[in-house]
C-alpha cells in the first residue's frame, strides 16, 4: 500500500507532467494531482529540484540534489541558502520517500523568502570530503507558483487522511 509520501513523490517527481493536474507559471511547475496536497517546484539543469508541498494546514519547503542519496533518513544536515535577500543558515532534515531521498528544509519562511527573492537563489549542502554541493536555482514564477500551492483548493477542504501534513512527514 502506497502511503502518503510515496505519492508525493510519485506526482512531484515521476509522473509525466501531463499526467498530472499540472501547469507552469514562470519556471516553476504546479501540481495538484493529490487530493489535499499542492506541490511548486522548480527543477535546474543539473536535475536538482526545490520547492513547497503543502496541504490545506501548512507548507513544508525542499529540495533535492544528486548528493542527497547518501543522506540517512531522519538525520539533521546544515545548509546554506543564498539570494539576493541575503544568506541564511538552516537545517535540513533528509526524508526517505520510496528510494529516493529529499530534505526537508525546517526553516520554511527563510526558504519561501529566498524562492520568491528574484533572480537566482542557491542552496549549499556540506558534504563528508569537506566539499559543498551547490544547486541554483531561477525564481522566476515562483512568488505565484508558492501563492498557488499555499491557497486550498475549493473542491476539498480536509486534510489528507485527515491528519496535517506535519504529522504525515
Same mark, same amino acid.
Given at each position: ?111 519561501? %523568502? *529566498?524562492?520568491? $527573492? ?5 542552496? #549549499?549542502?556540506?558534504? @563528508? =570530503?569537506?566539499?559543498?554541493? %551547490? *544547486?541554483?536555482? $531561477? ?5 505565484? #507558483?508558492?501563492?498557488? @500551492? =499555499? ?19
Amino acid at each position: 500500500m502506497m502511503n502518503l509520501q510515496q505519492l508525493i513523490f510519485l506526482i512531484s517527481f515521476s509522473l509525466p507532467v501531463s499526467a498530472l493536474a499540472a501547469n507552469q507559471i514562470g519556471d516553476w511547475v504546479l501540481n495538484d494531482g493529490l487530493e489535499g496536497v499542492k506541490i511548486a517546484n522548480v527543477t535546474n539543469s543539473d536535475g536538482s529540484t526545490a520547492g513547497v508541498i503543502c496541504n490545506t494546514n501548512s507548507c513544508d519547503a525542499y529540495f533535492t540534489t544528486s548528493s542527497n542519496r547518501a543522506c540517512d533518513n531522519g538525520d539533521k544536515y546544515p545548509v546554506l541558502i543564498n539570494s539576493s535577500v541575503g544568506a541564511a543558515a538552516v537545517n535540513s532534515v533528509c526524508r526517505e520517500i520510496g528510494n529516493i531521498k529529499i530534505m526537508q528544509l525546517t526553516d520554511t519562511n527563510a526558504a519561501i %523568502s *529566498a524562492f520568491e $527573492s528574484g533572480g537566482d537563489f542557491g542552496i #549549499a549542502l556540506p558534504l @563528508a =570530503s569537506g566539499n559543498f554541493r %551547490s *544547486a541554483r536555482f $531561477s525564481t522566476k514564477g515562483a512568488t505565484q #507558483a508558492i501563492r498557488w @500551492a =499555499s491557497t486550498p483548493s475549493p473542491v476539498s477542504s480536509k486534510p489528507f487522511n485527515n491528519k496535517s501534513y506535519d504529522e504525515t512527514f
